[in-house]
């Protein structure tokens, strides 16, 4: 049975694997102080084009958002998040857990815009309410959209009018500047948010993604955060070399356009055959609206989510696409998808 589930299944590209054996045996300082975590901050900030960027690299998307948001934001201040944002739905509370109330806005594409954040605002007025302070987003979006630049720019200017914090969650960033949709690059990004990170997990890595802090505010003491939340590793050279094998060329891009370029395969084929989406996403996870009865034939050789029932006899469902993604599975799926119609 092959898994279109998600993009994690599979372990690390081979040539991270084969950079962590031959760096396996080398005694290096722990903590993140490593040479190879420094040459991958160093390559990172050159590929930003800022060098006024901390790079932090942390093991996972969820951690990572704890971690941030917690240390960014105070006690008594809140997140406004899209009512389908992963802090929201899919990390087990973990921001609440951390003392932070989301405050969860209703959006029909996954992105969050000037009017929903507005809302949010003028709905928490005094002390007696939490104090929105921070803009969560992700790009791409927990259902496949992507922010274009105007999109982008957008909801930049309207949290520094409004004083609040702007965080970008990253893990499937590559998926979205690789997009043919895309309109933005890695080095815009430091100038409209005031954080991101880049995913590796969902990107060919073992695990990994690199938190990149754009606002001097939000420095201070970040460290002492991951060290409290646990994200803080003694082996943080696996991180680094994994994020240096990346990023010392095109890998890192190049494995996400697979990934884009196998869920176009299955986008296509399915369109032409007349079936809608629950919505437009360019990126390496679609949602088709397919008959019941199709989706159980398709489960008795591929794994997906069922995503949300739409009628009677119609599901969405989710097809997730990964840098490791064979095509010859997806060819396989079309097949299949074309006998049932």
């Not at 997990?201 to 002492?224: P, W």
């Not at 060329?249 to 989406?277: C, P, T, V, W």
């Amino acid at each position: 049975m092959y898994s279109f589930k998600n993009d994690y299944s599979e372990g690390a590209h081979p040539r991270l694997l084969n950079a962590l054996l031959e760096t396996n045996f080398e005694q290096v300082e722990g903590y993140g102080e490593d040479c190879y975590t420094q040459k991958a901050s160093a390559i990172l900030k050159e590929r930003i084009g800022r060098n006024d960027i901390d790079i932090h690299l942390l093991s996972g998307g969820t951690q990572t958002n704890l971690t941030a948001i917690s240390a960014f934001i105070r006690p008594h201040e809140a997140v406004i998040a899209a009512n389908t944002g992963h802090i929201l739905v899919h990390e087990t509370g973990a921001i609440e857990a951390t003392g932070h109330k989301i405050i969860a806005v209703e959006v029909g594409d996954g992105k969050l815009n000037s009017l929903h954040i507005k809302a949010a605002l003028d709905s928490h007025t005094d002390e007696h309410m939490v104090k929105p302070r921070l803009v969560y987003i992700s790009n791409p979006t927990e259902i496949g959209s992507i922010y274009n630049r105007k999109e982008l720019e957008q909801v930049s200017r309207c949290c520094r009018d409004n004083n609040l914090f702007l965080f970008m969650d990253g893990a499937r960033l590559g998926s979205a500047l690789c997009c043919e949709e895309n309109d933005l690059e890695l080095s815009e990004l430091a100038a409209l948010v005031d954080a991101f990170y880049i995913g590796g997990t969902k990107n060919g890595a073992l695990l990994g993604e690199a938190l990149v802090i754009c606002c001097d505010a939000l420095k201070q003491d970040f460290r002492f955060h991951m060290k409290q939340k646990g994200a803080l590793l003694a082996k943080g050279k696996l991180l680094g070399v994994q994020f240096l094998e990346l990023f010392r060329d095109n890998l890192y891009f190049d494995l996400a356009k697979h990934a884009n370029a196998m869920a176009g395969l299955l986008r296509e084929e399915i369109s032409q055959a007349g079936f809608g989406f629950l919505v437009h996403s360019p990126s390496n996870q679609i949602f088709p609206i397919l008959p019941d009865r199709m989706i159980s034939e398709l489960q008795k050789n591929y794994s997906f989510y069922v995503w949300s029932k739409v009628d009677m006899n119609n599901s969405a469902v989710r097809l997730v696409t990964s840098w490791a993604t064979q095509e010859e599975a997806v060819l396989a799926f079309i097949k299949d998808f074309k006998a049932l119609l």
